[in-house]
């Protein structure tokens, strides 16, 4: 009989195990993401589309759309990161007034 897999080394002694700390745990949760992800993408082709442009009735268009939106949120993000950034002193400079 196989023993169950034992939690990374690197957990400090007497600090519980929780279960994504187990790396088989975090490959089903992948595994699983995948699997509906394509179920999803495989139910798009029996699923009527009434969208008033023609580009959203082609197959997959809803995720790709959905990816391409995150990726950009994403960048622009980190756009804006470089506008609104203050040096790591900022607020210890400004109360010495």
Same mark, same amino acid.
């Given at each position: 009989?196989? +023993?169950? !897999?034992?939690?990374?080394?690197? @957990?400090?002694?007497? +600090?519980? $195990?929780?279960? &994504?700390?187990?790396? /088989?745990?975090?490959?089903? &949760?992948?595994?699983? =993401? ?6 999803? =993408? ?8 009434? /969208? !008033? %442009? $023609?580009? +959203?009735?082609? %197959? ?12 950009? &949120?994403? =960048?622009?993000? @980190?756009? &804006? ?5 203050? !040096? +790591?002193?900022?607020?210890? @400079?400004?109360?010495? @007034?």
């Amino acid at each position: 009989m196989a +023993e169950p !897999p034992q939690p990374p080394a690197h @957990r400090p002694p007497g +600090e519980p $195990a929780y279960w &994504l700390d187990h790396p /088989g745990n975090v490959d089903r &949760l992948v595994w699983t =993401l995948y699997a509906i992800c394509a179920l999803l =993408l495989g139910i798009d082709v029996f699923v009527h589309k009434h /969208g !008033p %442009f $023609a580009i +959203e009735h082609l %197959f997959g268009f809803y995720g790709v759309f959905g990816f391409v939106a995150c990726v950009g &949120l994403v =960048l622009a993000a @980190r756009a &804006l990161r470089v506008i609104l950034m203050r !040096p +790591e002193d900022y607020y210890d @400079r400004s109360s010495d @007034r």
